[in-house]
């Protein structure tokens, strides 16, 4: 199938992905009368005592606000809030369809990120949380560290932390198969922006140490030049070593990549060069760092990409419907680093060791237990760091 020739006869017919639905009868005067005036003052007047009630009387509770400026939209780069709607529209449908939250895009006309975050700080009030989306870096640390400072609800850049969860997920499982443990390997990674920088923030945190970053250019060290102020802070924590070099060197006896970068950049000589049993993550979209095959003929054990025409998709629609479906139920104020971890590892434990192999490291994005599964762990999560508040 031609995907975009298709997709762009359906989007045409579609006029759009999501629409609002009525959820009360207005068919008789009492209907108006109770959903609207005069009987509606009264849930006003109850809001007006108590702002907590807004979860309660209305759909606050369930309602995400999708939240683009259109400058990193999928691989097409900065494309403007408008080119971004169809992407935000989907990302809105993936939530009602997997984890039954009713979200709802606002793409921003502006690349201020002050002024994107006084926008959201405003209307804030009428969403249960925000999901930050194609927003490019580094802009999109600062307008989420900024927003979760000024806001009372759980705000998640998903190109993040989505990622990152379902990589560690994935990583978790994979080491599994080939039998290495997390504090003996050695990980290359290529991609400095928001994903690349998050994954490696949440594999250091979980303890993995021996992490080179490195952009188009080769690894980032310390002083290496043109890096942004977040690149910066990265590789003070990274390379172990702080040398420079390029990415094939640095590929020389490593055993895990993770690419969240470019098409095609790595090779098969190169994955030769990595330790026996090597595991790559090349998610680049639509074309990988290297493709499945490339990666299997020059010695590699596990392969994944971001593609759904192979094995081990690393889809971040298995993380942000349950991240926010546990959120929330149980009306949690933040997303913090517990309960991201929690949704890896219940993502990881959704393989069992018997369906365990080199194919099969992470659950389908189709499985219908994902969501539910990732929901339980992160409402749990929520409830033992102190962010749940019913």
Known sequence: MDYAKESLRLHEQWKGKIEVVATVPMATKEDLSLAYTPGVAQPCLEIQKDISRSYELTRRHNLCAVVTDGTAVLGLGDIGPEAGMPVMEGKCALFKAFGDVDAFPLCVKSKDPDEIVDTIYRISGSFGGVNLEDISAPRCFEIERKLKEKCDIPIFHDDQHGTAIVT???????????????????????????????????????????????????????????????????????????????????????????????????????????????????????????????????????????????????????????????????????????????AAMALAGLISDEELDEEHIIPNPLDPRVAQTVAKAVAEAARASGVARI
């Not at 971001?306 to 629609?317: A, F, H, L």
């Open 168 to 342: 560690l997920a994935g990583l978790i499982n994979a080491l599994k198969v080939v039998g290495k443990k997390k504090e003996d390997v050695k990980i290359v990674t290529v991609g400095a922006g928001a994903a690349g920088i998050s994954i490696v923030k949440l594999l250091l945190s979980v303890g993995f140490s021996n992490i080179t970053m490195c952009d188009k250019q080769g690894a980032l060290y310390v002083g290496c030049p043109g890096m942004n102020w977040a690149q910066a802070e990265m590789a003070a924590r990274t390379n172990p070593d702080q040398t420079p070099g390029t990415l094939a060197e640095k590929l020389v006896g490593a055993d895990v990549f993770i690419g969240t970068s470019a098409p095609g950049i790595v090779t098969r000589e190169m994955v030769s060069r990595m330790n026996r049993d090597a595991i790559l993550f090349a998610c680049a979209n639509p074309t990988p760092e290297i493709f499945p095959e490339e990666a299997k003929a020059g010695g590699a054990r596990i392969v994944s990409t971001g593609r759904s025409d192979y094995p081990n998709q690393i889809n971040n629609v298995l993380a942000f419907p349950g991240v926010f479906r546990g959120t929330f139920d149980v009306r949690a104020s933040d997303i913090n680093e517990e309960m991201k971890l929690a």
